[in-house]
């Protein structure tokens, strides 16, 4: 599985190169990501000034240094800091992650495209949230709430190229979730929304307690990018591969393109978006 999120994440510089971002929100973008820490010859504040004022490329060299037991990826021998400000250390058994995320820097050419950095977000995210227990159970709480009015809850009757696409795509992950979880789940075919059954909120609950960090980050960006927490957490369960997930979370919008066609530079963007986060979050898991 781990491959082919890879896979997904090797075209992201090229495929997002046609898609010009307005300068102050890419500023924006470049802060929430991450910054390089200080060194004799030049302050981080300053290359970070820097690199928000002309959004240019001012590195030369990106490398992956092992540092505090674990890996560091530097731009000119400065390791990358977290937004939050903390050492962006990534643990040992994580090289693929770490390789990523270099590899992220490395492509980012002349001019910085901050909406090209999934990896180092999700890094980021990781390390700067979900080692404070406030901000999980802040998480655990949005989270549940999706799975209250799960996108793959909602089943309709109508035109037939949905419910085919719903039965081929939702009801697998539907079927594994109750065998799985030994739980009760409800779907609707109506616009009222199913009640869970309080013992159904209460296994996922537990579920997401006892995740590390590094899958609280996976699954909120699993979750966010599906508009599912049943898909986001079939993905890091290994239950659905990168594709599968996104295939199940492009359901109607697939239902729409089968009955009226693609609209270009908008449907395929947008799935291959999708794809790109999703793969993030498979790779932010992969222990090797």
């Not at 939050?84 to 490395?106: C, F, T």
């Not at 390390?127 to 009015?149: C, H, N, P």
């Not at 794809?275 to 992969?286: I, N």
Request: net charge neutral.
């Amino acid at each position: 599985m781990h491959r082919q999120a890879f896979r997904a994440l090797v075209p992201l510089v090229r495929a997002n190169a046609r898609r010009a971002i307005p300068v102050r929100r890419a500023v924006c973008l470049a802060r929430n990501h991450a910054t390089v820490s200080s060194s004799n010859s030049e302050a981080a504040s300053d290359l970070t000034k820097r690199a928000e004022a002309t959004l240019k490329r001012f590195w030369k060299t990106v490398g992956v240094e092992k540092r505090d037991g674990g890996y560091a990826v530097t731009l000119d021998k400065r390791p990358l800091k977290t937004p939050g400000g903390k050492p962006l250390i990534i643990p040992p058994e994580k090289r693929l992650v770490a390789a990523l995320v270099a590899s992220e820097w490395e492509n980012q050419e002349t001019v910085l495209k901050p909406h090209a950095l999934p990896m180092t977000s999700i890094v980021s995210r990781a390390i700067d949230a979900f080692q404070d227990e406030g901000t999980r159970s802040e998480v655990r709480a949005q989270l549940l709430k999706y799975l209250e009015t799960d996108t793959i809850f909602y089943h309709a009757d109508e035109p037939a190229v949905l419910v085919r696409l719903q039965e081929e795509h939702w009801k697998p992950i539907l079927d594994w979730a109750r065998e799985a979880f030994g739980v009760e789940i409800k779907v609707s075919d109506s616009i009222f929304v199913p009640s869970q059954p309080q013992e159904t909120m209460k296994k996922f609950e537990e579920i997401l307690s006892n995740f590390s960090s590094w899958e609280m980050a996976a699954m909120e960006r699993a979750t966010y990018t599906s508009k599912s927490f049943l898909i986001g957490l079939a993905l890091l369960m290994r239950r659905l591969d990168v594709d599968q997930a996104a295939q199940a979370a492009h359901v109607e919008v697939n239902s729409q393109i089968e009955r009226w066609g693609e609209v270009e530079d908008t449907h395929d963007v947008d799935y291959h978006d999708m794809r790109r986060q999703l793969g993030s979050a498979a790779c932010l898991l992969a222990n090797y």
